[in-house]
């Protein structure tokens, strides 16, 4: 940690405004991450304004609603009364205390960074930035970005000569940077955001210390880390973490399902250890805009330091596989019953990455579904959370939500993501053929049901 004394004048002002809240929040990407965070700051009355590039969005926060399923629309005019608005004006940063960036990260064609987002908002907000303001990346990214990447930018492109602080930085000069990443579990009710600690490193300690400042408004908890690339690095442990053990549980379930095993009950089993065990649970396959993506950030930051990152590199080997054998499962369950996925019906349950949320990006679901089609079979799919599936990144399915009745029209069933609201005892009693993929028939017996 930096041991310069925190004794700038701009530092001062800035927390001075932080702490009447009266300093103006700007969140750049209003998506699962920039919405929920504007709202908030929002809530702990600061004056927040949102910024997006999607005009669609913007008017739709400007007139009350939302596009986030678990957002209600009332949340977004509460907001709104406290001085919320967005915007797709980036002139308007100039009038922000703190400019914080939430903008995607996803991977390229090519499966690396694409920091495309991120070096596109950084021009864009340099032209308007002043001293004193404190700019904070959110987005989940490879160590080095903070300082390799967004800084050079802002202080390239800025119109008054301004500098990041560091220590040595005139004060007059100076605007903050930090790295905070974001740590949302979607779905997750268990813990509440206030409660979810927020890491935050600093280019140097006066920004640590006003972003620290801020984010104790809405968190009760700051962690202050010694750089920008610690935290970065930091997200990406978290993330990688669960990716490696995911994969893990995936190979060990199918050796289980060779051996007769359940795997579910071992985890079960396993998981009464009072220490030393973390339950992770198999599935169809990795989704999301983190797991299966983040930790690729780091593979090809790894390579500039002539290194393998072997454990991600097999990770997502194992992850990447599961899709395929699913589709695998469901041949052989309609072989065994004298049919073949040719012609075959069969109707996907769930495509949301994961249990009761509304967030496709990534999902496994997309990946059996093109897999099955190309093998000749007639795909529907029910979600209560998507009437209609279009044009994603990698897919352009155009399929309508099926109705949940006549399950015995389909060949197969296939369960993929485990929403809480269906009735698994009533699919497995109305279909012809179940293929389980989250263990949601946990407790039924049938001879339809197959668990893979
Ligand atoms: N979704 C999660 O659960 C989660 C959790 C932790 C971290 N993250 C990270 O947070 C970041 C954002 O993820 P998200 O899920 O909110 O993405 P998202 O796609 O839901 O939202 C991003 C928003 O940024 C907007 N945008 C894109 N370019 C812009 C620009 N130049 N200026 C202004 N707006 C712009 C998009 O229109 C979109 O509304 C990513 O780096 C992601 O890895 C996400």
């Avoid at 600061?46 to 399923?69: E, H, M, R, W």
């Avoid at 009710?189 to 972003?211: C, F, N, Q, Y």
């Amino acid at each position: 940690m930096p041991k310069q004394a925190s004794s700038s004048t701009l530092e001062k002002q800035l927390r001075a405004k932080i702490e009447a809240r009266s300093a103006r929040v700007g969140v750049i990407g209003l998506g699962y991450v920039g919405l929920p965070l504007a709202l908030l700051f929002s809530e702990e009355k600061f004056p927040v304004t949102g910024f997006d590039v999607d005009a669609q969005k913007v008017a739709t926060l400007n007139q009350g609603g939302s596009y986030i399923y678990r957002i209600a629309p009332t949340d977004i005019r509460a907001a709104q009364a406290r001085g919320f608005s967005a915007t797709a004006d980036y002139a308007h940063l100039a009038e922000m205390d703190a400019i914080i960036l939430c903008v995607p990260t996803p991977l390229t064609e090519a499966h690396e960074p694409d920091l495309s987002y991120i070096t596109a908002t950084a021009e864009a907000i340099a032209p308007h930035l002043r001293a004193g303001q404190l700019v904070v990346l959110e987005s989940t990214t490879y160590p080095g970005t903070t300082e390799e990447v967004l800084v050079p930018i802002l202080e390239k492109k800025n119109r008054g000569g301004l500098k990041a602080a560091r220590n040595g930085v005139t004060d007059e000069n100076a605007f903050f940077v930090v790295f905070s990443p974001e740590r949302e579990d979607p779905g997750n009710d268990t813990v509440a955001r206030r409660d979810i600690p927020k890491v935050v490193g600093g280019l140097d300690a006066r920004a640590s210390e006003v972003a620290e400042a801020l984010y104790r408004a809405i968190f009760n908890s700051v962690v202050l880390v010694s750089s920008p690339a610690v935290a970065e690095m930091t997200k990406l442990l978290e993330n990688i973490y669960r990716c490696v053990n995911i994969a893990l549980v995936n190979e060990l379930k199918l050796l289980s399902l060779r051996m007769g095993l359940d795997i579910w009950e071992v985890i079960e089993a396993a998981k009464t250890k009072p220490f030393g065990f973390q339950p992770f649970y198999p599935g169809p396959g990795l989704g999301g805009h983190c797991i299966p993506i983040d930790p690729f950030y780091l593979s090809w930051k790894a390579k500039q330091w002539d290194f393998d990152t072997r454990f991600i590199e097999l990770a997502g080997e194992i992850n990447s596989a599961m899709p395929h054998h699913v589709v695998a499962a469901v041949a052989q369950a309609l072989s065994q019953r004298q049919k073949s996925l040719q012609g075959a019906g069969i109707l996907i349950l769930g495509v949301a990455y994961k249990r009761d949320i509304d967030d496709l990006r990534e999902s496994p679901a997309l990946t059996i579904i093109e897999l099955l089609r190309k093998e000749g079979a007639q795909v529907r799919y029910h979600d209560p959370y998507f009437r209609f599936v279009g044009r994603g990144r990698k897919y352009n399915l155009q399929m309508e939500c099926a109705p949940l009745t006549e399950l015995g029209q389909y060949d197969c069933v296939v369960i993929v993501t485990d929403h809480s609201d269906y009735d698994y005892a009533r699919i497995v009693r109305e279909a012809q053929l179940v293929v389980d993929t989250r263990n949601a028939t946990k407790g039924i017996d049938s001879p339809k049901i197959v668990r893979c």
